[in-house]
C-alpha cells in the first residue's frame, strides 16, 4: 500500500510541479525512479531505503540524473554486481553534497566514491554499522584514500572504525587541501607535534576539527587518550580553530612546553576525557586558559549518562568552564601550578 501510493504522489508531483527541486521519501518503489527524469530542475533527494526489494537500478537511474547536486541515502546493499549505464564519467556529474548513512558494504562504499565524476563535491557524510573485520577495515581505509580526487571538499566526516592508518592524519587527509570541517573516527592513531604541524600546511582552511575516537600517543599499543598538552600544538599551528573535540588525558597536567602557545579565537573545547580528580581542576583550568584564553570548555559525555562518576565529570568541567572564565582576567604564567 505504502508503494503504491508513493509511485501515485510522484506521478502526480511530476504533473503538477515539474521544476520541483528537492524530493524525500521513504523509498522508491520497484519501477517508480524513472519518473524522476521529468524534474528538470530536481537537485536534492533524501532517501531512507533505496534499494527496497533489493532494485539496485533506482541508484543506477539516480546516478545520471544531470543536475543532482545533494544525495542522502543508505548503503545497505552489496553493489558489486551493479554497473552504471552509460559513457565514462556521466555519473553524479553535479553531486556537490553526499551523505552515506547505515554503510554495511564497505566494499560498495569504494565503488560509489570511484563513480563520482563531479570535480564540485563539497561535503561527503559516512556513517558505518558497527560490527567490522579486517576486509572491511582495508575497503574504509581503501575509501578514505579514494577520497584524494575530491580537491574541492570542504567538509569530510567519516565514520567511526578502527583505521590501519597509524598516525594522525591519515596521509589521503593531507591532499585535500580546502577542507574547512574534519570529523574523524578513526581509532589507534599516534599524534606528535610533526602530524598537526602537516595538517597546518595542507589544509590551512581548516577551521572545525572532530576527532571523537580513542586515540593513541607515539604508538602506544594500548589505546589511550592523547596528552593534554597536545593543545598546545593545535593552538600554535592551528591557530584559527573555532572549534576542537578529542579525547584528552586530563589527569596529568604539564608545564607548558611553549609559552606563548597560545590561540586568540573564541574556541569551543570538547574534551572526551577521563573525570578530572577534583584536586586537577584548578590546575586544568588555568592550563586550558594558558593556551585558549576565550575557551569555552564542554565535556563530550554530557548529561546523558546514568553513570554517577560521569555525571560527576561533567559537574567538574562545568567547573573549569567558570574557572577558565575567571582565570582570563589574571595574567597567564608560563608554568602551570604544581
Not at 201 to 211: E, G, V
Request: aromatic content about 10%; glycine content about 4%; some cysteine.
Amino acid at each position: 500500500m505504502e508503494d503504491e501510493f508513493i509511485s501515485q504522489a510522484l506521478d502526480q508531483l511530476a504533473i503538477s510541479c515539474p521544476q520541483l527541486q528537492c524530493i524525500e521519501v521513504p523509498s522508491f518503489p520497484k519501477g517508480s525512479v524513472e519518473i524522476l527524469s521529468c524534474f528538470d530542475a530536481l537537485e536534492e533527494i533524501r532517501c531512507s531505503d533505496i534499494y527496497r526489494g533489493g532494485d539496485l537500478v533506482n541508484l543506477a537511474f539516480i546516478a545520471r540524473l544531470p543536475v543532482l547536486r545533494h544525495l542522502s541515502i543508505p548503503l545497505r546493499e552489496d553493489l558489486s554486481g551493479m554497473t552504471f549505464t552509460g559513457d565514462r564519467g556521466t555519473t553524479f556529474t553535479a553531486l556537490e553534497s553526499l551523505k552515506l548513512h547505515d554503510v554495511d558494504y564497505v566494499q560498495s562504499l569504494v565503488f560509489l566514491l570511484q563513480s563520482i565524476s563531479s570535480i564540485r563535491l563539497r561535503t561527503l557524510f559516512v556513517e558505518f554499522t558497527n560490527s567490522f573485520d579486517d576486509d572491511r577495515i582495508e575497503a574504509a581505509d581503501q575509501a578514505l584514500s579514494s577520497l584524494v580526487k575530491f580537491t574541492e571538499l570542504r567538509r569530510l566526516d567519516f565514520g567511526e572504525y578502527s583505521s590501519k592508518f597509524s598516525n594522525f592524519p591519515p596521509e589521503p587527509i593531507l591532499k585535500l587541501h580546502n577542507l574547512e570541517e574534519l570529523d574523524l573516527g578513526l581509532g589507534s592513531l599516534s599524534l606528535t607535534k610533526q602530524g598537526v604541524m602537516d595538517l597546518a600546511q595542507a589544509c590551512p582552511k581548516l577551521r572545525r576539527l572532530q576527532l571523537s575516537e580513542f586515540c593513541d600517543y607515539d604508538g602506544e599499543e594500548d589505546s589511550q587518550p592523547w596528552p593534554l598538552y597536545a593543545l598546545e600544538w593545535f593552538a600554535t599551528y592551528l591557530p584559527m580553530l573555532e572549534y576542537l573535540e578529542t579525547n584528552l588525558e586530563t589527569s596529568t597536567v604539564s608545564s607548558l612546553e611553549t609559552p606563548l602557545a597560545r590561540s586568540l579565537v573564541p574556541i569551543s573545547l570538547v574534551f572526551w576525557s577521563s573525570p578530572l580528580r577534583e584536586e586537577h581542576w584548578r590546575q586544568v583550568a588555568v592550563y586550558i586558559s594558558c593556551v585558549y584564553p576565550n575557551a569555552k570548555c564542554e565535556d563530550g559525555y554530557g548529561d546523558a549518562f546514568a553513570d554517577d562518576e560521569l555525571r560527576s565529570g561533567e559537574l567538574r568541567w562545568r567547573y573549569v568552564a567558570r574557572a577558565v572564565a575567571e582565570a582570563r582576567a589574571d595574567n597567564c604564567s608560563s608554568r602551570v601550578p604544581a
